[in-house]
């Protein structure tokens, strides 16, 4: 079969997508299957302006040789190019509610309690679990709770640090947490200027809750993290990865965390087929056995 190859601004052939896509997976764990071709050129034909490179070709062996050399920062831009970081604050609130309440029963018990956000990506995830963690701590003053944010994304992760988010007022004013928690970013030096209505920033009280670190998923990243782990948000992660790649990341998860802690996946995830460590509850929450 004759290879195709994209007839854009710069040739992208199937060689040049396979060898990008198998660097990502190497790397990463994230697999792109060959309909992400088309997706792969548009989110990185940009880099490859800004470098001022001939093709694709050039493109690889500038990451590759990067990554050889132990400097992954070519390599972490181009995984912030060809992952969507779509999230909203609350989003899936059911697990919210759980942890809500799953999280005031462990805290008569438990003195040290800690949560991983482990792909926080832009923090509207750990965020939202700060949020619901101090208005438990006002319940249970005598208990520490940490959150950790963890993201292989270094770009994303200082937007997450910032805490700046668009929101409808209407969503803030409909949810209680959002209300409390979200302040009005005035973007205007002038005081007598009105606020910019849909940005907000996370309140400084949830700060001190919040510890970010950069984590890849595919590597050993167990000493990175406080033992035990009680509750972790592993949501829209998976489907990016192999099963092969699941079942390895939930091994190391399931020895992190506590008998009786809490794991949440994304909607459309399971795992079924990849873990017999965990009772699944509902959809997408389980009990670690």
């Known amino acids: 079969m004759q290879e195709t190859v994209l007839k854009q601004e710069f040739n992208f052939s199937d060689q040049d997508f396979w060898n990008i896509s198998r660097m990502v997976t190497n790397h990463s764990g994230i697999e792109l299957p060959e309909n992400k071709k088309s997706l792969v050129y ?8 800004t470098l001022n490179l001939q ?3 050039a493109y690889y062996n500038l990451v590759q040789d990067g990554l050889d050399q132990g400097d992954d920062a070519e390599f972490l831009k181009l995984i912030h190019a ?8 609350f989003r899936e609130y059911h697990h919210f509610e759980h942890l809500e309440k799953t999280l005031l029963e462990m805290m008569t018990n438990q003195k040290r309690i800690t949560i991983w956000s482990c792909a926080a990506s832009i923090g509207a995830e750990p965020w939202s679990i700060a949020m619901v963690v101090d208005n438990c701590l006002k319940k249970r003053p005598n208990c520490e709770v940490k959150v950790i944010a963890s993201d292989i994304d270094t770009e994303v992760l200082s937007k997450a640090q910032e805490g700046v988010y668009d929101v409808n007022p209407e969503v803030v004013e409909g949810n209680p947490y959002l209300k409390k ?32 670190k950069t984590i890849n998923l595919l590597h050993n990243w167990q000493k990175k993290l406080p033992q035990p782990i009680h509750f972790v948000f592993c949501r829209n ?6 099963r092969k790649t699941q079942q390895q990341l939930f091994e190391k998860v399931s020895s992190v965390m506590q008998s009786g802690g809490y794991l949440y996946l994304g909607h459309s995830e399971s795992l079924m087929g990849v873990s017999d460590d965990y009772e699944n509850l509902k959809k997408t929450i389980y009990k670690k056995k």
Do not use: C, M, Q, W
């Open 55 to 57: 093709d694709f070709g």
């Open 82 to 89: 060809i992952t969507t970081n779509v999230t909203h604050l």
């Open 181 to 212: 928690y979200l302040n009005l970013l005035n973007t205007d030096s002038d005081a007598h200027k009105p606020l910019h209505h849909n940005l907000y920033v996370i309140a400084p009280a949830l700060r001190k809750h919040v510890e970010f």
């Open 237 to 242: 992660v998976i489907i990016y990865f192999s």
């Open 42 to 49: 548009s989110r990185l034909v940009r880099r490859i302006r």
